[in-house]
């Protein structure tokens, strides 16, 4: 069985600081894909970044990097330059190739002003 | 184009109801995902159509639920005898033609069940 574990409920970060959102897994599997999503109050889940386990490279997009160590089964958020719009829940997935997703609990995400 | 919809976003009903949760995808994909969210939790799969068919309903918790997808676009999570612990929000989420393709998310209904 899959499992993601977010052992972080909640964080917070002061506006234009760097915070880390913590994420582990478990699987027997080697090929598999690995994705954040941002869930703001409105409940629409966006995928804010992925990585495809084959890749050594770390995925990055804008302000938002990922750390992936796959021999520790560790796939953590790098989130540079806080701002107020990234508020919101954010949950870390696993996905095999059989198409289905297993979520975390999810780390609730505050930037202060 | 619009993105996921779904309606209602929130429904009340009375234990032991059936209820209908309806999912509009985008336009032209091919694979609809929904899950389920309890208080606190992550979503939590439910059932995953390519098209038409179910590709794999493993996540769906008992014969209660059913989903169905006739036209391979709208599609409707069906709930009988509803208990108080199907009370969740029901997410949709579709994608261009599933496997790692992004999934893209509806607002969800919420379902509470008195």
């Known amino acids: 069985a899959q499992t993601v574990t977010q052992s972080q409920p909640e964080m917070s970060v002061q506006e234009a600081e760097t915070v880390t959102l913590s994420c582990t897994y478990d699987?027997?599997?080697?090929?598999?894909?690995l994705f954040w999503y941002k869930q703001p109050p409105s409940r629409q889940m966006i995928l804010v970044i992925r990585q495809e386990a084959y890749k050594q490279q770390n995925a990055t997009e804008n302000r938002f990097s990922v750390n992936f160590q796959k021999a520790a089964k560790s796939f953590s958020l790098k989130i540079s330059d806080s701002q107020l719009g990234d508020t919101a829940m954010y949950f870390c997935?696993?996905?095999?190739?059989?198409?289905?997703?297993?979520f975390g609990t999810g780390t609730s995400l505050t930037v202060i002003p | 184009g619009a993105g996921v919809s779904q309606t209602p976003s929130n429904k009340v009903t009375e234990k032991g109801k059936y209820v209908e949760l309806r999912c509009d995808p985008i336009s032209g994909h091919t694979a609809l995902y929904w899950y389920r969210q309890s208080l606190g939790q992550g979503p939590e799969f439910l059932i995953y159509f390519q098209g038409t068919g179910a590709a794999d309903d493993s996540g769906l918790p008992n014969d209660r639920f059913f989903a169905v997808r006739p036209e391979g676009s709208v599609s409707t999570l069906k709930i009988q005898r509803t208990e108080r612990g199907d009370s969740a929000v029901y997410l949709c989420?579709?994608?261009?033609?599933?496997?790692?393709?992004?999934?893209?998310f509806g607002p969800g209904t919420r379902l509470l069940v008195l």
């Open positions: 699987t027997s599997e080697n090929n598999y894909y």
């Open positions: 989420a579709s994608s261009l033609s599933g496997g790692i393709e992004t999934q893209y």
């Open positions: 997935a696993f996905m095999r190739t059989g198409n289905q997703f297993y």
